[in-house]
């Protein structure tokens, strides 16, 4: 069965701590991994797409990087403005767009 | 550029009312989508639309109609509202994946 796992489901920073999320899948072919960052009352904004493992992509205090099983995302030296929920998204290789599988999200809270 | 946006931000409704949720994006994506977001799950595709004219069911249809008007708008419409259809409802767009969002419409059926 095609699924996303995101851990933690909560995360408490201060800021400056780097840390990583988590995102892992099982799809039966996969054509992408997508990152996105939601606020409280708006919808997800798209951070990074990932394709191929050993695959990486950066954005300021952000690093996507992918394997074949799972893909992080790397905070280095958080800010508070980095709270946020982060989604994880798996496109399988498959046609149709029930071919998209979301994760429940990281729910990131960064300390002053 | 607005990008995906909807209508209304907010909706109370009884049950077996009826409403219908706009959204209307400015990409020029053929791709467009409707989804429901409840705490605990994630992002439930509903409904989509591949094309201008063409509609498709998701995840979970049940409860619900959409009609692509044109390329621009996709309207999510609950014929009888019931509890259990209280959720954000999120609609986005795509050419092709990933798919870019607007804000939501928060309903509450009661």
Redo the contacts between chains.
Sequence with gaps: EDQ?TQSPEALRLQEGESSSLNCSYTVSGLR?L?W?RQDP??????LF?LYSAGEEKEKERLKATLTKKESFLHITAPKPEDSATY?C?V?ADQT???N??????TRLTVIP | NAGVTQTPKFQVLKTGQSMTLQCAQDMNHNSMYWYRQDPGMGLRLIYYSASEGTTDKGEVPNGYNVSRLNKREFSLRLESAAPSQTSVYFCASSEPPPLHFGNGTRLTVT
């Excluded at chain 1, 009352?41 to 798209?46: A, L």
């Excluded at chain 1, 998209?100 to 999200?105: D, V």
């Design positions: 996303v992408g997508f996105y009352g708006k919808g997800p904004e798209f797409t989604l998204a496109q149709g767009a029930n998209l599988f979301f994760g429940t999200g």
